[in-house]
T-cell receptor, first 111, second 115 residues
């Protein structure tokens, strides 16, 4: 079935780079998404990438897409304590009727 | 421009009662999606409405239902509440129908607690 998987935890020091990885099963996905959820809050759209792109950069965020391996990654440069949150990878299901989310990666940034 | 707004922020009910959650999409968006975020289960798709019609539903029992109004706002109703319905319910809206090419923007959610 359709699935999105990501590692559950990542711990980094302030100033380091963070890399969060995600794999997905549905190869017909057109857009792939990264959302951020801070404690007690809803989901904030961080960035997205169209499936015909390999890379997208937006300030401190870099998204890499390997379509052959169905692998998506989010790199956060110069990670700050304010980046501590849960990061969700999401892809449309095959019918395009809903988003399928990974279980979320909890990023912990220590100073 | 206002984002997706949800009300109430918190809702406390007892088993067997009914809960009604509300969502107003971003102006101009016609599609509304509902997701459940329960502890340990991640984000699960519940319902999708577009142009007033239910277009798709996830793997949830019929006591989860909803509707979309002519102004594109939406209600999620949960009947005969069970303890495991306790979760954060998130609403999202998108510009056009379909999740494949249309970015979903989320509200802050309604936290439903069933006692």
């Amino acid at each position: 079935g359709e699935d999105v998987e990501q590692s559950l935890f990542l711990s980094v020091r302030e100033g380091d780079s963070s890399v969060i990885n995600c794999t997905y099963t549905d190869s017909s996905s057109t857009y792939l998404y990264w959302y951020k959820q801070e404690p007690g809050a809803g989901l904030q759209l961080l960035t997205y990438i169209f499936s015909n792109m390999d890379m997208k950069q937006d300030q401190r965020l870099t998204v890499l897409l390997n379509k052959k391996d169905k692998h998506l990654s989010l790199r956060i440069a110069d990670t700050q304590t304010g980046d501590s949150a849960i990061y969700f990878c999401a892809a449309p299901n095959q019918a395009g009727t809903a988003l399928i989310f990974g279980k979320g990666t909890t990023l912990s940034v220590s100073s | 421009e206002a984002g997706v707004t949800q009300s109430p922020t918190h809702l406390i009910k007892t088993r067997g009662q009914q809960a009604t959650l509300r969502c107003s999409p971003i102006s101009g968006h016609t599609s509304v999606y509902w997701y459940q975020q329960a502890l340990g289960l991640g984000l699960q798709f519940l319902l999708w409405y577009d142009e007033g019609e239910e277009r798709n539903r996830g793997n949830f029992p019929p006591r989860f239902s909803g509707r979309q109004f002519p102004n594109y706002s939406s209600e999620l109703n949960v009947n005969a509440l069970e303890l495991e319905d306790s979760a954060l319910y998130l609403c999202a809206s998108s510009l056009q129908q379909g999740a494949r090419e249309n970015i979903q923007y989320f509200g802050a959610g309604t936290r439903l607690s069933v006692l």
